[in-house]
């Protein structure tokens, strides 16, 4: 098991684009090109947002991103963890944990002092220290957003 950094050349990229296309494409509005064009310019210029990948076996069973453009207008903190995903026929085996910490080291390594997410999950992101500062309501329905505090004595 490996996670890996995704770059616009990386043979899971397509993968992770028709995720989340499945995912949330439609709910934003957004086509496949548009996202594709989206992510391969932003992947190209090496700055947020970046793409990680849980890889088991060379088969993507996951993935995060780190990115600073937030969905939701009522709220502009950034950076953000999002897109936090597990493939379903490996969820409930306790993949997510790695995304997380990854996450944590990656925000720890490129001196990112708070990391922020927002979730509608409850009871995953704080078994890791993240603490929900607000509930807002969105378009999109109610979001809790949390936050972490980065810092070399976690």
């Known amino acids: 098991m490996k996670i890996v950094t995704i770059t616009q050349e990386n043979r899971y990229l397509k993968e992770i684009l028709h995720h989340y296309y499945n995912w949330w494409g439609e709910e934003l509005k957004k086509s496949f090109s548009e996202i594709h064009r989206y992510y391969t310019k932003s992947l190209k210029e090496e700055t947020l947002p970046t793409i990680r990948a849980l890889i088991l076996n060379d ?49 720890r390594k490129n001196k990112i002092d708070t990391l922020y997410l927002h979730s509608r999950i409850e009871n995953l992101y704080e078994r890791y220290g993240f603490q929900m500062i607000k509930q807002v309501k969105t378009k999109y329905g109610k979001k809790r957003i949390f936050a972490k505090k980065i810092n070399s004595t976690e």
């Open 59 to 107: 088969t993507l069973i996951g993935m995060y991103e780190i990115d600073t453009k937030n969905n939701i207008e009522e709220c502009s903190y950034e950076p953000y963890l999002a897109n936090v995903y597990i493939k379903e026929e490996y969820r409930g085996q306790g993949f997510s944990k790695y995304l997380i910490e990854d996450a944590i080291f990656y925000a």
